[in-house]
């Protein structure tokens, strides 16, 4: 019986996991090779804000869970999650780098018989062309299971979690699938079979692409809607009416997060891989990518001159409402482009003390400009209120803050 567990990678995806596993009473190790991460972990510490110290210590002293930056020696069957980030290079190409390193490394401890699921993203067919590979080459093992159940998480998501989210899974024959099914069944309400890793795979890319296509979409329509002198809000809001056959996306600076600008470029690759040219994916990522030097140039032409010299406050700098994850924050190219034209940027956000070597401002202040980007529930716009700042609303929840929406 498969009872220890393996997580490779303690992120975003790989700590949830490592801790409701758990939980659900398997005795888990969770390993990364950030020596630093992995003391801190010891210590209860996390950067997930959702995860308590409490709940690390617990499950620690319990024996439930540890961490560590080398894997142990292990002679017995073990299931293996691989957890790691797949991100894009420099050039918005899928890097799949940690994917191949944390492969090489179970390679060299895993046991016969041993069950590896990968969660981590990746283009369609990494399961069986290069994960089973990889490993069963560097480990010479011929009798290893192989799965997939890609990772849903939703930082910050209050209403769907690892317990209550759907989760898609596959395998690459029929002993995989039903011990990866045994094992997510323990702790996940339901568990979809589908009928090969690459339908999950396919799967996970295509929720996402959904979202970057549709989003794009909007971004391009309030380009439209401003040249006309429309509100993109108040046309979404009447087109939301409509009972059935439309669902409200909201124009926003851009995406970000490792999902939506990530997982795109990866089905691309699975387009490239086919053979075949993804236009909508290349033409949605082009969009939003291009957010943050349009709105500056929006910006600009209302002010009616230039922002160079200009101090710009910026609230909220994550990707996401209530959240501290700055993975891909799209606010992060708009500080970019701020500075390129030589204005002054700070920037205050409650959930995020700092990244870059830079630091929040302790609350909002005077400033020639204000935007608000990321209004998490924490941060109070009365100051900009009582120094009758001019500020513009770039966010992307519908919210009303008491400035016009300048979408």
């Not at 395998?171 to 999950?200: M, Q, R, T």
């Not at 020639?368 to 929840?397: A, C, M, Q, R």
Request: aromatic share 10%; with cysteine.
């Amino acid at each position: 019986m498969l009872t220890d567990v393996f997580v490779v990678g303690l992120g975003y995806v790989g700590l949830p996991i490592a801790i409701t596993a758990a939980e659900s009473n398997f005795k888990v190790i969770g390993y990364d090779i950030n020596e630093e991460k992995i003391q801190e972990l010891k210590q209860g510490q996390s950067s997930i804000s959702e995860i308590s110290t409490k709940k690390l210590m617990d499950l620690q002293i319990e024996n439930k869970l540890s961490f560590q930056h080398f894997i142990p020696e292990i002679d017995k069957p073990a299931i293996w999650i691989i957890a790691v980030p797949t991100p894009l290079d420099n050039q918005k190409r899928p890097d799949l780098s940690m994917l191949v390193s944390a492969c090489e490394t179970i390679a060299k401890f895993v046991s016969d018989n041993s069950l590896i699921i990968n969660e981590s993203t990746s283009y369609v067919g990494t399961l069986r062309n290069l994960i089973k590979p990889t490993i069963d080459r560097i480990s010479g093992k011929n009798n290893l299971r192989y799965a997939v159940a890609p990772e849903r998480i939703d930082p910050g998501n209050t209403n769907w979690n690892m317990l209550n989210t759907p989760r898609v899974i596959s395998g690459l024959d029929s002993n995989s699938i039903s011990a990866a099914k045994d094992f997510y069944n323990k702790f996940c309400s339901e568990v979809l079979e589908v009928s090969s890793p690459e339908v999950a795979e396919a799967s996970k890319l295509l929720e996402n692409t959904f979202r970057q296509v549709n989003i794009a979409f909007v971004n391009d329509f309030s380009i439209f809607a401003n040249k006309l002198g429309l509100s993109t809000f108040e046309i979404i809001e009447a087109a939301s009416t409509k009972p059935f056959g439309f669902m409200p996306f909201y124009p926003g600076i851009g995406v970000g997060g490792h999902c939506i600008p990530v997982d795109p470029s990866y089905l691309a690759k699975s387009y490239e891989n086919a053979g075949l040219d993804s236009k909508f994916i290349n033409l949605s990522n082009s969009i939003n990518r291009s957010m943050a030097n349009n709105i500056s140039n929006r910006i600009e032409e209302s002010l009616g001159k230039e922002i160079k010299d200009m101090h710009i406050q910026i609230a909220g700098v994550s990707y996401k409402l209530n959240s501290s994850d700055i993975r891909e924050s799209p606010a992060l190219e708009l500080i970019s482009e701020f500075r390129e034209r030589g204005a002054k940027v700070t920037w205050f956000d409650p959930l995020v003390s700092q990244f870059n070597d830079e630091f929040s401002l302790n609350a909002l202040s005077s400033c020639d400009l204000g935007l608000i980007v990321t209004p998490h529930n924490e941060i109070n716009f009365d100051v900009w209120k009582k120094l009758n700042i001019t500020v513009y609303d770039l966010s992307s929840t519908p919210k009303f803050f008491g400035w016009p929406k300048f979408f």
